[in-house]
Every structure is written in structure tokens, then in C-alpha cells.
């Protein structure tokens, strides 16, 4: 089974400060790994993803994010916190050999950003 | 068109209402998906179809019934739910054999069961 723990429920930075979200994840088989963002009463933006290949992969907005496979992690960063990124953020992952299998969602950061 | 459109946005009903969100994707997507999300919350799996066929409930109570009459749409028909059943539905889709492409997901259903 696969599962994604997010280090940290609550992250609050300053603007313009480094932003860095914690995940790892758990999974017998390759996975792939995906950053959610969900601005209050909407859905989910895809922020980027982790497939195959470079392990260093650039989302929008500014964010970041490096597969280690053997930390088993995919932490989020971005260089300068804006305050338009205050916002809950979801790690997931699903099963890159099987078709058809959903998503698995960490229990979620809300990112905090002060003036 | 690279959107999943989900209708209505808001939906308020009481106990004894008979109910239905809708889901739709032209992106030629084989895998779709309900998801249940609560405040404060992840989303959590209810329903999973590929290639219009029911693969994956995730022991959800059968007041939920999802249906998938045609490979661009997807609903969720609802029947005397519980105020404990108000929650954000999303309705998400990818390609089969392709999840590294992605999922997208729509806006969700807001849902107030009075």
C-alpha cells in the first residue's frame, strides 16, 4: 500500500522568506508524486509532479520540488514566500505500474504568510 | 478543453431529497474519480471507474450511487444522506495507463445535507 506523510500541519513564514514543505512518502512500487495547492472554497491546482526521469522538477508559481528516493521524500520549496501563497497544500501519490489507480493524499500543510 | 466541470456548485437538501451531481471531461480520460473532502481535510476516496466500468468503492454507504453512462461523464446520485455527509465532493480524471500525465480535478460540489 501507499501512503504520504506531510511533516508539519502548519507552516507560517514572512514574506519573502524561504518556503519549504515536508513529504515523504511509502510505497513498494515506483511511485509517482504529486504537490496539490487548494486556495480556500475552491478545488485542486495541480502545482507540479514527479514521473521519471530529472529529479529536480519545477512547478508554477515559483515552486520546486526534488524526489530523493533513497530519503523517500518530495519536499516543496520556493524561494521567496508571496502572500497570494497562503494556502493548504497536498502531497500525493499514486502507482505508477498499475492503470487506473487513484490518488493518495497526505493529511495537508496550510502554508500561513505574514507581512 | 482541458477542464473537469462539475454541476451544481452549491446543493442544499434535506434527508429525505433524492439528489445528483454531475461530472463532465472532454479529454478523452478512461479513469475517473469521486473523492469526498471534508474541512480541514485531504480528500478521501469514494469511487473509482475505468473504461465506464466501477474498479475501485471504497466501502462507501450505498445512499452514495455512482454511475458512469458514457466515457465524459460521471455522476453521483445521492438518497437520504446525513447532515455528517455536508462536505466538498470532487470529481477528478485521468488517462488510463498514463497517471504520470496527471489528474485533473474540478471545483467540487459544496453539499449542505439540512
Redesign the interface.
Same mark, same amino acid.
Given at each position: 500500500a501507499q501512503s504520504v506523510t506531510q511533516l508539519g500541519s502548519h507552516v507560517s513564514v514572512s514574506e519573502g522568506a524561504l518556503v519549504l514543505l515536508r513529504c515523504n512518502y511509502s510505497s513498494s512500487v515506483p511511485p509517482?508524486l504529486?504537490w496539490?495547492v487548494q486556495y480556500p472554497?475552491?478545488? /485542486?491546482? /495541480?502545482l507540479l509532479?514527479y514521473?521519471?526521469g530529472a529529479t529536480l522538477v519545477k512547478g508554477i508559481n515559483g515552486f520546486e520540488a526534488e524526489f530523493k528516493k533513497s530519503e523517500t521524500s518530495f519536499h516543496l520549496t520556493k524561494p521567496s514566500a508571496h502572500m497570494s501563497d497562503a494556502a493548504e497544500y497536498?502531497c500525493a501519490v499514486?502507482?505508477?505500474n498499475q492503470?487506473?489507480?487513484?490518488?493518495?493524499?497526505?493529511?495537508?500543510t496550510t502554508l500561513s504568510v505574514s507581512s | 478543453d482541458t477542464e473537469v466541470t462539475q454541476t451544481p456548485k452549491h446543493l442544499v437538501m434535506g434527508m429525505t431529497n433524492k439528489k445528483s451531481l454531475k461530472c463532465e471531461q472532454h479529454m478523452g480520460h478512461r @479513469?475517473m474519480?469521486w473523492y469526498k473532502q471534508k474541512a480541514?481535510?485531504?480528500?478521501e =476516496?469514494m469511487f473509482?471507474y475505468?473504461y465506464e466500468k466501477l474498479?475501485?468503492n471504497e466501502s462507501v454507504p450505498s445512499r452514495f450511487s455512482p454511475e458512469c453512462p458514457n466515457s465524459s461523464l460521471l455522476n453521483l446520485h445521492l438518497h437520504a444522506l446525513q447532515p455528517e455527509d455536508s462536505a466538498l465532493y =470532487?470529481c @477528478?480524471s485521468?488517462q =488510463? $495507463?498514463s497517471?504520470?500525465a $496527471?489528474?485533473?480535478? $474540478?471545483?467540487?460540489t459544496?453539499l449542505t445535507v439540512v
Open positions: 509517482y504529486f496539490y472554497n475552491q478545488g /485542486l491546482q /495541480l509532479k514521473t521519471t497536498f499514486s502507482d505508477a492503470a487506473g489507480t487513484a490518488l493518495i493524499f497526505g493529511k495537508g | @479513469a474519480y480541514k481535510k485531504p480528500p =476516496l473509482v475505468s474498479s475501485i =470532487l @477528478a485521468s =488510463l $495507463g497517471q504520470g $496527471g489528474y485533473t480535478f $474540478g471545483s467540487g459544496r
